[in-house]
């Protein structure tokens, strides 16, 4: 089983849309919880950290669900900037906290 | 706002030649990774640096790899006998601490073509 499991998508919406994106995780002891966005061929960049009671900046709503090993992000009012790739991230299992990564879900917004 | 910096941006080089990726981390951070990511594949961890030793590695990261911090600023990736394989982008990371939730700031990325 894959660490970290995302819908590879793509996920192809209009401007405006909103778009959710799930992840599941196997590893219980994973301690931190991350979205990241990739631009292609760039680096990923921080989107957001994951928090239990779940957490929002702006347009973005991450949520964490421990007892099911299953993270989410919403993204609200879909702009065109947001067509990227969607990586979620775990760390912190066994005390370090090297950041294992799902392939990504692809998003594409179109006008 | 400072940045992770990496050389170089792409590297092309011949099976068996030793390649040396370099990376400049932001100036106060003490927690150090390189990471790889295979065309079309996800990131992988490849190992991390504290305190001018490996802290963790990966099954990846076996014999051939080597890390090294030689002066303040720099952290370099040293693969010793390059394989077709290894052809990859590299991303180099860095960290204030390792606390949980810490947040990694990741470089451009080395694109290293292996022929």
């Known amino acids: 089983r894959k660490e970290v499991e995302q819908d590879p998508g793509p996920f192809n919406v209009p401007e405006g849309a909103t778009v959710a994106f799930n992840c599941t995780y196997s590893n219980s002891a994973s301690q931190s919880f991350f979205w990241y966005r990739q631009d292609c061929r760039k680096e990923p960049k921080l989107l957001m950290s994951?928090?239990?009671s779940g957490n929002e900046d702006g347009r973005f709503t991450a949520q964490l669900n421990r007892a099911s090993q299953y993270i989410s992000l919403l993204i609200r009012d879909s702009k065109l900037s947001d067509s990227a790739t969607y990586l979620c991230v775990t760390s912190g299992s066994g005390g370090y906290n090297k950041l294992i990564f799902g392939a990504g879900t692809r998003l594409a917004v179109h006008p | 706002e400072p940045e992770v910096t990496q050389t170089p941006s792409h590297q092309v080089t011949q099976m068996g030649q030793e390649v040396i990726l370099r990376c400049v981390p932001i100036s106060n951070h003490l927690y150090f990774y390189w990471y790889r990511q295979i065309l079309g594949q996800k990131v992988e961890f490849l190992v991390s640096f504290y305190n001018n030793e490996i802290s963790e590695k990966s099954e990846i990261f076996d014999d051939q790899f080597s890390v090294e911090r030689p002066d303040g600023s720099n952290f370099t990736l040293k693969i010793r006998s390059t394989k077709l394989e290894d052809s990859a982008m590299y991303f180099c990371?860095?960290?204030?601490?390792?606390?949980?939730?810490?947040?990694?700031?990741f470089g451009p990325g080395t694109r290293l073509l292996v022929l």
């Open positions: 994951v928090y239990s």
């Open positions: 990371a860095s960290s204030e601490t390792r606390g949980a939730g810490e947040t990694q700031y």
